[in-house]
């Protein structure tokens, strides 16, 4: 069974930068693909930032240009750097990892509000 474990959230004033943590109970090599998705209160679950094993990445067009997905392999984590963050970027951010099986990790929640 795998673990995502995310860290990083918390209150942010708008304009802040965050950056989120995904560790991974293997290797990310392992995995074919892996992403950020969120969630903000009565919306459905959007993906935010994605990334192939090849290194390819593609973001949501929300978040283009402000956000930065990447990996370190030798941790084992997944990493998404968030600056020039604004009030609709509050949400619970989950990590997602792809295999055989899709993985989720429990969410952080990211508040930015002033």
């Known amino acids: 069974q795998v673990q995502l474990v995310e860290s990083g959230g918390g209150l942010v004033q708008p304009g802040g930068s965050l950056r989120l943590s995904c560790a991974a109970s293997r290797s990310i090599f392992s995995f074919y693909a892996m992403a950020w998705y969120r969630q903000a209160p009565g919306k459905q679950r959007e993906l935010v930032a994605h990334i192939t094993s090849g290194g390819s990445t593609n973001y949501a067009d929300s978040v283009k240009g402000r956000f930065t997905i990447s990996e370190d392999n030798a941790k084992n984590t997944l990493y998404l750097q968030m600056n020039s963050l604004k009030p609709e970027d509050t949400a619970v951010y989950y990590c997602?990892?792809?295999?055989?099986?899709?993985?989720w990790g429990q969410g952080t929640q990211v508040t930015v509000s002033s």
């Open positions: 997602n990892a792809g295999a055989t099986t899709t993985y």
